[in-house]
């Protein structure tokens, strides 16, 4: 099964609780201190030229919204929205787009921020789909990145943390709508989303 912790049935009771949380891999501080390292890799890389941040909501519009605060050249930022036909159909890869950007990134230079990379399945299908626009260029950003459960090959330009397999929420990663206010990234308890 390729995603077990994903909620087929979304809980609108679940409570959140901060003991939900079995443990904590990255507290706010050293979020906060990668961001803004993150940031002034990115100014420097891109030095003298306009970018234009591309966000992949709904996991990753905190982050976004810390690193277009510490990036120094001029950038846009614009928004998408992506979902998977369910279980099986992510293993082939096929996702949609449900919100595609409101702006044209025809020869612009284009940054893909992601929250997380797990399989690796739907940021490549987004580098696919924003290569075909004809863009000067693209480049990827995700806060974290879990290499054990890739399935494809991916580019990562730029990544924050690495994290284990394991189910992680906090700093905009759900599960089931809950727990993207945390300001940290800790592993959810299995027994939450009923998981070992
Ligand atoms: P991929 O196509 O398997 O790389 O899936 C990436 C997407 O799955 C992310 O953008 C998240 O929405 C979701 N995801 C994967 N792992 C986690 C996790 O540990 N916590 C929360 N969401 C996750």
Redesign the pocket.
């Known amino acids: 099964m390729l995603h077990p912790?994903r909620p087929e049935h979304l809980s609108s009771d679940l409570v959140q609780s901060d003991k939900d949380v079995q443990e904590v891999l990255i507290t706010a501080e050293q979020m906060s201190a990668r961001v803004r390292e993150l940031g002034a890799q990115i100014s420097r890389d891109y030095e003298g030229k306009d970018i234009v941040l591309v966000s992949?909501l709904v996991?990753a519009c905190i982050f976004t919204a810390d690193l277009l605060r510490t990036i120094t050249v001029p950038c846009s930022v614009d928004f998408v929205a992506i979902s998977s036909y369910g279980k099986e159909t992510?293993s082939s890869g096929v996702v949609r787009i449900l919100k595609d950007l409101d702006d044209s990134v025809e020869s612009r230079h284009v940054l893909i921020v992601?929250?997380?990379?797990?399989?690796?399945?739907?940021?490549n299908y987004l580098i696919d789909a924003i290569r075909n626009r004809n863009v000067a260029s693209v480049r990827t950003c995700s806060m974290l990145d879990?290499p054990s459960r890739r399935l494809t090959k991916v580019e990562l330009d730029y990544v924050g943390f690495e994290v284990p397999d394991a189910?992680?929420?906090g700093y905009g990663?759900?599960?089931a709508q809950r727990y993207r206010n945390l300001p940290y990234v800790g592993i959810l308890r299995p027994e939450v989303y009923g998981g070992k």
Do not use: W
Request: hydrophobic share 50%.
């Open positions: 912790f992949v996991g992510r992601e929250d997380i990379v797990d399989t690796g399945l739907t940021l879990k189910f992680v929420v990663l759900d599960f």
